[in-house]
């Protein structure tokens, strides 16, 4: 990779400057933009703005944009909420050198198909915080079209007494998923995501109001994955084919639905 100029600012206002006026790359921890483009004008590093930090507060839990993957894997306050699931997505990312590397910051800013993390995030309560543009769903944010032109400073998940579950199937430790999902509870409400289609993750809308009006069992499970493999759009790519994901789809809603009722 070939870098033309390199900016390490000490604020968000400078960063945020260079971000606008150099239509600058942000690297962050930098180890998935070698998928990307072998040449970059100007790179944006934000790693002295002191976002490495992951806080647990009364309602929700804070992972600031640069916090590593590792950090989020071994932290006790989502190790202890959500049914360990963030904790969980984080924990099969590749290895731990990797880990150590790659931020939190920069895997939803990515909005890669193949995170396990955003899986885990949008079957939550969670919102993303931007400089400019203030909070926003992590929802709204994923679907929100083209590159956006601001920085990602934290990933905020509420806490509401939800218990999660993450499940996964990859050919080995250190490749991307095949297929991920997860599924979240609070009270009677279940919430599904599925990513790795391999597009970026998605919530089963139909799936979810299909359990809103059912008895929460094995059966509906059952019927909820089938319903999320068919409203979700699935491809083939070199880790599996159309039809597998398919499959796959329905039986690990249907695991991650069982554990969280």
Known sequence: MRIKEYFKPSTLEQAYNVLQDKNA??????????????????????????????????????????????QVEIDEALKNNFGGAISKSAAVIMGVQFRNV?????SVAGRYGFS??????????????????????????LETKGKIKDIVT?????????????QNIRNTSTDFAILNAAASRVENKV?????????????????????EGSELNEETAIKAGEIASEELSVGSDIRGSLE??????KALVKRAIMEVI
Do not use: H, W
């Open 25 to 70: 790359t942000i690297i962050g921890g930098g180890t998935f933009l070698r998928l990307g483009a072998k040449k970059i004008d100007s790179a944006l590093d934000l790693s002295d703005l002191g976002l490495d930090i992951i806080e647990d507060k009364e309602d929700k839990v804070e992972i600031g944009a640069m916090a590593t993957l590792r």
């Open 102 to 106: 790659a931020t939190a910051g920069g």
């Open 116 to 141: 396990d993390f955003i899986t885990s995030l949008l079957a939550l309560d969670t919102y993303v915080e931007l400089y400019k543009g203030g909070k926003i769903t992590l929802k709204e944010f």
């Open 154 to 166: 934290k990933i905020i998940i509420m806490k509401d007494n939800r218990k999660a579950s993450f």
């Open 191 to 211: 919430k599904i995501s599925v990513g790795a289609r391999p597009g970026v993750a998605k919530l089963a809308e139909k799936a979810m109001e299909f359990l």
């Open 244 to 249: 597998y994901r398919k499959e796959l789809c």
